[in-house]
C-alpha cells in the first residue's frame, strides 16, 4: 500500500510561484508513474502534469505548459511540482496520484493511489 502526502500549497499573488511537493510513505516511487491533477471551484477534476516512472518523459495541460515543471526527488521518495507564474485560473485544490506502471498517463482512471489534496489559491 503506498500513501501519498501532498504539501506546498497556499495563497499567492498572480505571477508568483509555488512548489508543491507529494511523498510517498510505505514504498519509493521507483518505476511509477506520478501525476498531479486539480479541481477547481465548481469544476471537474483535471490532469494537470504527470512525469513516468523512470522519469524520462512529461506532459502537461496545455495552460501550464512552459509555466510548470515536475520532477523526482533524488531518492525516489518524493515529486515536485514547480508552479511559476501562476493565475487565479491555476486556484484549486491539487491532487498527486500514482500508478503501478510507468506510464505516463494523463487520465484519472489509470492512477491506483490518490493524495488527500493541498489547496492553491491565487489572488489577482
Known amino acids: 500500500q503506498v500513501q501519498l502526502v501532498e504539501s506546498g500549497g497556499g495563497l499567492v499573488q498572480a505571477g508568483g510561484s509555488l512548489r508543491l511537493s507529494c511523498a510517498a510513505s510505505?514504498?519509493?516511487?521507483?518505476?511509477?508513474?506520478v501525476a498531479w491533477f486539480r479541481q477547481g471551484p465548481g469544476a471537474d477534476r483535471e490532469f494537470v502534469a504527470v512525469i513516468s516512472g523512470n522519469g524520462l518523459h512529461t506532459y502537461f495541460e496545455d495552460s501550464v505548459e512552459g509555466r510548470f515543471t515536475i520532477s523526482r526527488g533524488d531518492y525516489e521518495d518524493s515529486v515536485y511540482l514547480q508552479m511559476n507564474d501562476l493565475k487565479p485560473d491555476d486556484t484549486a485544490v491539487y491532487y498527486c496520484?500514482?500508478?503501478?506502471?510507468?506510464?505516463?498517463?494523463?487520465?484519472?482512471?489509470?492512477?491506483?493511489?490518490w493524495g488527500q489534496g493541498t489547496q492553491v489559491t491565487v489572488s489577482s
Open positions: 496520484a500514482a500508478s503501478f506502471e510507468l506510464g505516463p498517463y494523463k487520465t484519472e482512471y489509470e492512477y491506483d493511489f
Open positions: 510505505g514504498r519509493t516511487f521507483s518505476n511509477y508513474a
